[in-house]
């Protein structure tokens, strides 16, 4: 990779959050989609955040096991979050 990949990688990853929230103008999400067409990397950094969302924002009773919850909040750092599933 070099150094001209880098920097597209991390300008992608900096405006990550607002890319998968749909909150980017269409010509940003042109480039960045054409980014990850050429970036295995990056996508699967897009791929794995948007999964994490998912699995953080999906309802308990949706099948996501506790022990996996509670691994995925570890990991995350996020340990004040978590609490006892009714």
């Known amino acids: 990779m070099n150094d001209h990949d880098r920097k597209n990688c991390k300008a992608l990853l900096g405006t990550l959050s607002e890319y998968i929230d749909g ?7 042109a480039e960045i989609e054409k980014h990850l ?3 295995e990397n990056c996508r699967v950094v897009l791929n794995t955040t948007r999964r994490t969302i998912d699995l953080v924002h999906a ?20 340990d004040d979050y978590l609490r006892p599933i009714k």
Request: glycine share 6%; hydrophobic share 35%; net charge negative.
């Open 23 to 29: 909150e980017l103008p269409a010509e940003l999400c």
């Open 37 to 39: 067409e050429g970036c």
């Open 59 to 78: 309802p308990a009773d949706e099948g996501v096991p506790d022990d996996v919850r509670e691994r995925l909040f570890k990991r995350l750092n996020l």
